[in-house]
């Protein structure tokens, strides 16, 4: 599944049937202007990635500063693959045994 983020100051928009519709998470939980949250960050892969970190205005702005940075990623465990060791002579000894292996009953 691809991951979605959708940020921004977000006044006047309703997203709640957006997250509902497809599966999504507004991960901005505290005031970002005054007691109001005016910005968002609307997203499918909030796992990925901690809470977000509320920091002073930048500028003139009236709104606070949210900084979302990227976690580490999800790793998948690493995966081992056993093998025999071709030599030569167990090649010779794997084409004698199938030659002289009767298969007359799997067929």
């Known amino acids: 599944q691809p991951g979605i983020i959708i940020l921004g100051d977000t006044n006047r928009y309703k997203h709640q049937s957006l997250c509902t519709r497809y599966g999504l998470k507004q991960v901005i939980t505290m005031a970002t202007r005054g007691n109001n949250q005016l910005d968002s960050i609307i997203t499918n892969i909030h796992g990925m990635y901690p809470p977000p970190v509320h920091l002073p205005p930048i500028g003139s702005s009236d709104h606070q500063s949210v900084l979302w940075s990227s976690g580490s990623w999800p790793t998948k465990p690493p995966r081992y693959i056993s093998r025999r060791r071709c030599t030569p002579e167990?090649?010779?000894?794997?084409?004698?045994?199938?030659?002289?292996t009767d298969f007359s009953p799997v067929f």
Not at 90 to 100: F, I, K, P, Y
């Open 90 to 100: 167990a090649m010779r000894q794997l084409g004698l045994l199938m030659n002289t």
